[in-house]
């Protein structure tokens, strides 16, 4: 029996769909220029820079085995006026990782805003426990914008930020 052309239409459009909405993963790493870190970060080759965040190099093996740059921060400092750390991503994605090192032991304010709806989290996070914070189900049609802010602590620690990885659906 021959296949119906309606049939066969829908068939052709659940393959197009497919294609169409298939998600993809974006990988930042800390130094991406869509992060926006406040006070401003200091890269590597700057070595006069002062900044409660620097770029630094692991040699400790990151998720794909490799030695890494990371952006760290111990936080404030007296140089730029005490600023607390933080840092910004607006993004429109489903779901977000952060991955930080294996030397990350700081309490983080994590935020999340989608604009326009105004839907608002904020949770602390000991990144000493997880060297991956992940939000997922965020509502991709609107933008999100992630915020984390250092707290300072009663002992030095430091916050690693080595890639933030989002799942986009692919617009081919």
């Given amino acids: 029996m021959p296949l119906s052309r309606s ?3 829908f068939y052709l459009l659940s393959i197009v769909t497919l294609v169409v909405f298939a998600q993809q993963q974006v990988v930042l790493g ?3 220029p869509d992060i926006v870190y406040l006070p401003p970060l200091c890269n590597l080759s700057d070595m006069g820079c002062l ?3 620097q770029q630094i190099y692991i040699d400790l093996p990151s998720i794909n085995g490799t030695p890494v740059i ?3 921060t111990a936080g404030p400092i007296s140089q730029t006026g005490n600023a607390v750390p933080q840092l910004f991503l607006t993004f429109r994605a489903s779901t977000l990782y952060l991955r930080t090192s294996p030397l990350s032991n700081a309490t983080v304010n994590f935020s999340l805003t989608a604009d326009p709806s105004g839907v608002s989290i904020t949770t602390q996070i000991n990144t000493n426990t997880s060297q991956l914070i992940i939000v997922e189900d965020l509502p991709e049609s609107q933008t999100t914008i992630l915020g984390v ?4 602590g009663l ?3 430091r916050f690693d930020v080595e890639s933030i ?3 986009v659906t692919n617009s081919r």
Avoid: E, R
Avoid at 149 to 152: D, I, V
């Fill in 30 to 32: 800390s130094t991406n």
């Fill in 165 to 167: 990885t989002l799942n």
């Fill in 70 to 72: 990371v952006t760290s």
């Fill in 7 to 9: 049939f066969l239409s």
């Fill in 149 to 152: 802010t250092f707290l300072q």
């Fill in 155 to 157: 002992s030095p620690t």
């Fill in 51 to 53: 900044s409660a965040w």
